[in-house]
């Protein structure tokens, strides 16, 4: 009697889950196609707040929302039965789609304005460079000096003509990478290709997976990757027309690699530090950065940086992501364990790293030569590595 009930409880189990696979399935295309309808509503409250900021955007946003469709290849089918449920907010909003008439272009989907505190703002160009000035980003996009902010945005003007400086003031204070992401992907900077803009969304191409996937990989791929990351470093560091750009946040989930490509890509930048070096009270000299301690966060003085004409904090950041974690773990650097017989073969590889990361001052004056040594130590390993396979 007790197995017979037992049965029939299976069964309803399993009617139940039928019958909930079956909703989820009808749901799910729907579900997907109304993402798209999703983000033409967003662009249109966010023209609604602020017109004379995003008007220049509309017919533009309105061929490539027509052209954006669902990704069925984003995900196992799991995944998307999970996109069915409610989504917690948070401070990305990322989802991946395609475009219309190609199949192997995908497009990332980025929202920026989930925080709303942008409401709160008097939308005039006056008012919000004095919020710009006023008030201490520690999450945000940091420019110095601040004073000759207004020279910044006379530059990125030059390059977003159809932009009018209310918006550039707005994106500023919300999130540069609408500004600085299409500029830098035409500047040859390691950064995805941006096709859009709208509002407070970006639309960028998907640039590969983030650097979280590959820490358990061969020691060959994170090997080019950690080439990538330090050629795109001293890159960053040089920066454009006397404008350096340093990156506060190098984490695994702001870094995308592209195996197939063999690229890497920046794509969050939103706390990106700009120094003017034409201000620098120390015109010909370079900043080295040492380390100040915070256990689980990094720490740097923006205003020793900006005293100078450049700052090799980027080059201490790629090495110490290779290296260690941000509470000093040797073991949880992207880059170790360094395989027996390369360290064997290659002493100075895992010695070198860590020159970099402590620069001592007996035998380091500034990271950029101690990377430029990595660099070729890299570049022999890897020749060595490839021409064995």
Not at 41 to 49: A, H, I
Not at 141 to 153: H, R, S, T
Not at 174 to 203: A, D, H
Not at 306 to 327: G, K, P, T, V, W
Request: glycine residues 4%.
């Amino acid at each position: 009697m007790v197995s017979s009930e037992s049965s029939k409880m299976r069964e309803l189990s399993h009617l139940r889950l039928i019958i909930l696979l079956t909703v989820a399935l009808n749901t799910l295309d729907l579900k997907m196609d109304q993402r798209g309808q999703h983000h033409l509503n967003k662009f249109q409250e966010d023209l609604s707040y602020c017109p004379a900021c995003f008007q220049t955007q509309a017919e533009p946003c309105r061929i490539l929302m027509e052209a954006v469709v669902a990704d069925t290849d984003q995900a196992p089918i799991w995944q998307n039965f999970l996109n069915l449920l409610p989504q917690r907010s948070c401070k990305r909003n990322n989802q991946l789609y395609g475009l219309k008439g190609t199949t192997t272009t995908r497009v990332m989907v980025k929202y920026f304005g989930n925080s709303k505190e942008y409401l709160n703002w008097t939308l005039n160009s006056k008012e919000l460079k004095r919020t710009f000035l006023d008030t201490e980003r520690l999450d945000g996009m940091q420019f110095y000096p601040a004073k000759k902010i207004e020279n910044f945005v006379r530059f990125l003007g030059e390059f977003h003509k159809d932009l009018p400086p209310l918006a550039m003031w707005l994106y500023l204070l919300v999130n540069i990478q609408p500004l600085i992401m299409p500029l830098l992907y035409t500047l040859g900077f390691q950064v995805p290709e941006t096709y859009g803009v709208c509002g407070f969304t970006i639309y960028q191409e998907y640039a590969g997976q983030d650097l979280y996937h590959f820490y358990n990989k061969e020691f060959l791929v994170k090997l080019k990757i950690a080439k990538h990351l330090l050629e795109a470093c001293v890159k960053f560091s040089h920066g454009f027309d006397d404008y350096r750009l340093y990156i506060t946040d190098l984490t695994a989930d702001n870094v995308v690699y592209n195996v197939a490509n063999d690229r890497l890509d920046f794509v969050d930048l939103d706390t990106l530090l700009v120094v003017s070096a034409k201000e620098a009270k120390y015109k010909s000299s370079t900043h080295r950065h040492e380390y100040i301690e915070c256990p689980g966060c990094f720490a740097y003085s923006p205003d020793d940086i900006a005293a100078h004409n450049i700052s090799d904090l980027n080059i201490y950041s790629a090495c110490q992501f290779l290296s260690e974690d941000l509470y000093r773990d040797k073991t949880k650097g992207f880059l170790y364990p360094i395989p027996k017989d390369v360290n064997e073969k290659y002493p100075k590889l895992g010695k070198t790293l860590q020159r970099c990361v402590d620069c001592p001052r007996e035998n380091c004056w500034e990271r950029f030569s101690v990377a430029k040594e990595l660099l070729k130590l890299i570049e022999d390993v890897l020749l060595d590595i490839e021409n064995k396979t």
